[in-house]
């Protein structure tokens, strides 16, 4: 069993990567549309079009990180060197540059794509370093819950940093001479400061995260091939193994749900409950974070009496049915109690699910590594990523999409009937669809426990001839 400080270690990698992703699947649309000055379909259009070149460079980063040797092992030193650059690039995504419009179009665009090539260059190795600090399945589970802990702390410390920032400003004046009454009407730099903040941060923990963990698995040694053909080998090898395309479709699924709910809570909060949307929103999403640390802490308890498989369908199930309930919800005190509740419970379950599906990607490649004689740990973890990217490229392209073909127009005081009903379809059927498609993906998914236990057991005999 390995030093929990170098599961804290493991932890506070995510921590600095959910700081980001939470603010891109929650502000960022809003910061496009309202801040920025795209067009609702522009933003959606370059959401989806930079994750089909993430959906090239996620695999790439795989087969790279795969085949790095360094003293300080094959993964590992990806934390140090990307720390830096992450930072830079995150705080230059939300600036906003004095320009044309289509410069500006440009620019964003170009940032964002660099964005997350910088997010891949990291969290691809960093997803893959599970398979290498443990051979252990119930270990793995272990790190995974460390990993997701320490992610939703991030992800409560940006919200926190957020709210601090919306109390500050909230009754000003803005550059126009505006009164600021929602996240989209700050200034451009007062959002470029508070980012600063946060990606300093950042560094910081990817640094720490690469001081505190060790490699200690040996992996199987790919042999002595020429570099194309390894690379249409480990290639073939993915491609044939069909528990990782169902575990991508519930991972894809998932991130699905939670970037839907999340881009769409803040036009929630400004236009159906007609409440302060600055202190509401970020409490509302605040909540979320507190719910979902909850729920990792529950996720190998809970796995362990049902199996991963099992409790990951039943997480999605109880999300999915919680989700529509928001619907019916009344605008009204007693409402948004009971939204800040179902807030809570539907947090709590993807909470439990989410290190199981990185506890299940290092089942995957061990499944792999047996199959095939490979070990493409990386390539595999590569998947995790373009889940999450892909997941938030079509969550963030339907929210943009719908929110612009129904009519929302942020300059209305009061939008259309039809705009407020695909903003309730955003928070409750439209998530609830994702997570029924989850569930079906997984039903097929075949590597239960007592497989995975025959599996470690080949493998340990195996890595030690």
Excluded at 413 to 418: E, F, L
Aim: proline share 4%; glycine share 8%; aromatic share 12%.
């Amino acid at each position: 069993m390995n030093r929990l400080s170098e599961k804290i270690g493991y932890g506070l990698g995510d921590m600095a990567s959910s700081m980001f992703w939470k603010i891109f699947s929650y502000y960022l649309p809003i910061f496009y549309s309202d801040v920025f000055g795209l067009r609702p379909v522009h933003a959606a259009t370059l959401l989806l079009v930079t994750k089909l070149y993430d959906a090239v460079s996620d695999p790439v980063m795989g087969l790279v990180a795969d085949r790095t040797q360094t003293r300080w092992g094959k993964y590992r030193p990806y934390l140090l060197w990307m720390a830096v650059p992450f930072a830079v690039i995150g705080i230059l995504s939300f600036y906003v540059p004095d320009g044309s419009y289509t410069f500006k179009h440009v620019y964003a665009y170009l940032m964002y794509i660099l964005m997350m090539t910088a997010y891949t260059a990291v969290n691809v190795p960093y997803g893959a370093m599970l398979g290498l600090v443990t051979d252990d399945s119930r270990e793995k589970s272990v790190y995974s819950s460390f990993r997701m802990f320490f992610a939703y702390v991030g992800s409560f410390v940006a919200m926190g940093i957020f709210w601090i920032f919306e109390r500050s400003v909230f009754g000003t004046e803005n550059a126009q001479g505006r009164i600021i009454r929602s996240v989209g009407d700050a200034d451009p730099l007062q959002w470029t400061g508070v980012i600063a903040v946060v990606a300093g941060l950042c560094a910081l923990l990817f640094v720490a995260c690469f001081l505190l963990t060790r490699e200690h698995v040996k992996p199987a040694e790919k042999s002595d091939d020429d570099a194309s053909g390894s690379i249409r080998k480990d290639l073939r090898a993915l491609a044939g193994n069909g528990p990782w395309w169902l575990l991508l479709g519930g991972a894809i699924c998932q991130l699905l749900c939670l970037s839907i709910r999340g881009g769409a809570a803040a036009y929630y909060f400004a236009n159906i409950l007609q409440a302060h949307p600055l202190l509401s929103c970020a409490v509302f999403l605040t909540l979320g974070e507190i719910g979902q640390m909850a729920g990792v802490l529950l996720a190998v308890p809970v796995s362990e009496r049902l199996g991963k498989r099992e409790s990951f369908m039943l997480m999605l199930a109880l999300s999915a049915v919680l989700s529509c309930v928001i619907w019916f919800l009344p605008a009204s005190p007693g409402g948004v109690w009971l939204l800040a509740a179902l807030q809570v419970l539907i947090s709590l379950a993807f909470g439990i699910a989410a290190p199981l599906v990185w506890s299940m990607f290092a089942d995957v490649a061990d499944y792999s590594e047996l199959r095939n004689g490979r070990s493409s740990t990386a390539l595999i973890f590569s998947s995790s990523s373009m889940a999450q990217k892909f997941g938030g490229a079509i969550g963030g392209f339907l929210l943009l999409s719908l929110l612009g073909l129904f009519g929302y127009d942020k300059d209305l005081a009061v939008q259309a009937p039809r705009t407020l009903d695909v903003i309730k379809a955003l928070m409750s059927f439209i998530p609830a669809a994702g997570a029924a498609l989850g569930i079906l993906c997984l039903s097929f998914y075949p590597l239960r426990t007592e497989r995975m236990k025959d599996i470690q057991q080949q493998l340990s005999l195996r890595r030690e001839i």
